[in-house]
Each structure stands twice: as structure tokens, then as C-alpha cells.
């Protein structure tokens, strides 16, 4: 089986000077620690500091820890104020990006087309997307959270279901994320198992190395309830990712399942 995937989605709130300083706690505790796939996604203009650190890190021990973005253009260069391409990215070693995340779809409007095009651009260059989807609180009400979450996926995918393997799938509740209310372990389940089944006719079996996270709410006491459900094979975690020692903790309640 793959390895699970934990990653840290900062959004936007740390600094440069910040950023350093949580490095500088938190890899010396996740050294050598190579079981478990860690992604750190801080903001744009701490990616390039944050990367010269990991390379420092690396230099003096063993890190299983990857950077991510939060958001890219599909575009490699070009006429688009305030956007960040593809190539500047792996520049910076960066190796995930996560797109269609449920702020950039609510906040800023993003629809299916363009995550699509995003995943594409990804997957093109060899960056490995991690694909945001969920229902809303309405839209669960109303039973229909996996008709909604079929259609982001199978739009968002569209034309890359034979690309399965270099694409990992976030499944984050909109009515979770940031709430402090997770979905229960049941309820995540039930949702990751349908999604399991729906990229695996979708890539005719090809999804072995797809990992299906779950998101909203994620915290050190939740973390282990969680990951015992055999459809989650990771978490995206906001919040609880902001402090290092309780990210920390999280990759430990993985570790001991
Ligand atoms: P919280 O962990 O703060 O609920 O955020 C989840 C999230 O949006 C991760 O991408």
C-alpha cells in the first residue's frame, strides 16, 4: 500500500520569518521519520525560503517532507497579473499543489473548467495535484453530497483519469473546514469509499497510488479515529497545522495505527 499523506495547509497565514521559525522546531522532529509522506504548504512568498531550508535540513539527515502550493495558473508564462505559473514553481522544488481547494472554489470563484485546466498544467509538469472537493452544508442536507462530489471529480479529471496515479484527492467537507466540527469517521468513510470506487472505474483500476485525504477540522484528537477508517489515506489539516508541535502530534496518531 502507499504511504499515507499528511499535509499542511497554512493558507494564508505565515510569514517569511514565520515560516523559518516553524521549520526550525518542526523538522528536527519528523528527521529520519520516512514511514509517512509530509507536505508543508505555506504561502508564495515563503516558498523559496522554505525550500532552501529543506535542502539545508536534507543535507544532514533523512526528511520525507514535501513542499506544496496552495493554488497555481495553468499558464506557463504570460499576461496574468498576480498569478503563479507552473515552471516557478518547480523551480523552488515544489512538488504538490493543491487546487480546487473550497476557499479559491467560494472566495474567488473557481469553477470545475478551470481546476480542470489547473490539473492538467500540474500533471504536465510533473507537480502532483491534490484535488479539493466537498458538498457544502446545504447540499448535504439536501442528499446530495456524492452526486456533488462526483461531478468535481469527474470534471476536475476529465481528460487525466489515465494519470490516476500522479494525483492525490482531498476530500474536505465544506461544512468542516474550519468549523471545528469534523466529520465523523462514518461520515468520512462513506464518502472516500464512494470516491474510491468512482476513480477506480473512472482510471479502469489504475488509482492504486491515489491517496483520498480528508479535511476540516483535522486535530491531534480527532487524527486517529480518523485514519482508522480503511478509505482515508490521509489528512489535509489547516488549523491544527499552524503550530508545530500539534501538526507533529497528528503524524504521530497516524504512526501508531
Ligand atoms: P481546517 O483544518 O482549519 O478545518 O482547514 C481544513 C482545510 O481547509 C485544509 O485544506
Not at 522532529?29 to 531550508?53: G, N, Q
Not at 487524527?223 to 489547516?238: H, M, S, W, Y
Request: with cysteine; proline share 3%.
Amino acid at each position: 500500500m502507499m504511504s499515507y499523506l499528511i499535509a499542511a495547509n497554512w493558507k494564508m497565514y505565515k510569514t517569511v520569518g514565520e515560516t523559518l521559525e516553524y521549520l526550525e522546531v518542526f523538522l528536527p522532529a519528523v528527521k529520519d521519520l520516512m514511514k509517512i509522506d509530509i507536505m508543508i504548504a505555506p504561502s508564495f512568498t515563503a516558498l523559496s525560503s522554505a525550500s532552501i531550508k529543506l535542502d539545508a535540513a536534507k543535507k544532514e539527515g533523512e526528511y520525507n517532507v514535501k513542499l506544496g502550493a496552495q493554488n497555481m495558473y495553468y499558464m506557463d508564462k504570460g499576461a496574468f497579473t498576480g498569478e503563479i505559473s507552473p515552471i516557478m514553481l518547480t523551480e523552488l522544488e515544489v512538488e504538490y499543489v493543491i487546487l480546487g481547494h473550497s476557499e479559491r472554489r467560494h472566495i474567488f470563484g473557481e469553477k470545475d473548467d478551470l481546476i480542470n485546466k489547473k490539473v492538467i498544467s500540474a500533471i504536465e509538469h510533473g507537480l502532483r495535484p491534490i484535488l479539493c472537493v466537498g458538498e457544502t452544508l446545504e447540499e448535504r442536507e439536501q442528499g446530495k453530497t456524492l452526486s456533488v462530489v462526483e461531478k468535481q471529480i469527474r470534471n476536475g479529471l476529465a481528460g487525466v483519469e489515465k494519470d490516476m496515479a500522479f494525483i492525490d484527492i482531498a476530500y474536505e467537507p465544506v461544512w468542516a473546514i474550519g468549523t471545528g466540527v469534523n466529520a465523523t469517521p462514518e461520515q468520512a468513510q462513506e464518502v472516500h469509499m464512494f470516491i474510491r470506487s468512482l476513480i477506480n472505474e473512472m482510471s479502469k483500476g489504475n488509482d492504486e497510488k491515489t491517496r483520498i485525504l480528508y479535511g476540516g477540522s483535522v486535530n491531534e484528537n480527532n487524527a486517529r479515529d480518523l485514519i482508522k477508517e480503511p478509505n482515508i489515506d490521509g489528512f489535509l489539516v489547516g488549523s491544527a497545522s499552524l503550530d508545530p508541535n500539534r501538526f507533529y502530534k497528528i503524524i504521530t496518531e497516524v504512526m501508531e495505527v
